[in-house]
């Protein structure tokens, strides 16, 4: 079993940052790749940002230019920094990782951008 635990949610204006972490634990093995995505209210999950288990990343759009995925490996941690953060990112934001064929998922963490 894989566990994930996001954190760093929260309440911001728009224009400020925020930075989202999510632990790995229990059989993860060698390094999984690893990503964020967000579910907005009313929407379905949509993928932001993605990390191979080298180190390679990918964007969504909306995250081109504002949002930055990263890992400490040893620590078996994501990280997604968001800046210029914009009402239309307001989401519960999860993390999940492909470990032998399966994807695991966290509970996610909700975060909310005020005008």
């Known amino acids: 079993q894989v566990q994930l635990v996001e954190s760093g949610g929260g309440l911001v204006q728009a224009g400020e940052s925020l930075r989202l972490s999510c632990v790995a634990s229990?059989?993860?093995?060698?390094?999984?790749?690893m990503g964020w995505y967000r579910q907005a209210p009313g929407t379905q999950r949509a993928f932001v940002a993605g990390i191979t288990s080298t180190g390679s990343t990918n964007y969504a759009e909306i995250a081109k230019g504002r949002f930055t995925i990263s890992r400490n490996s040893a620590r078996n941690t994501i990280y997604l920094q968001m800046n210029s953060l914009k009402p239309d990112d307001t989401a519960v934001y999860s993390c999940?990782?492909?470990?032998?064929?399966?994807?695991?998922w966290g509970t996610g963490t909700p975060v909310t951008v005020s005008s």
């Open positions: 229990g059989s993860i093995g060698s390094v999984p790749p």
């Open positions: 999940a990782a492909t470990v032998r064929g399966i994807t695991y």
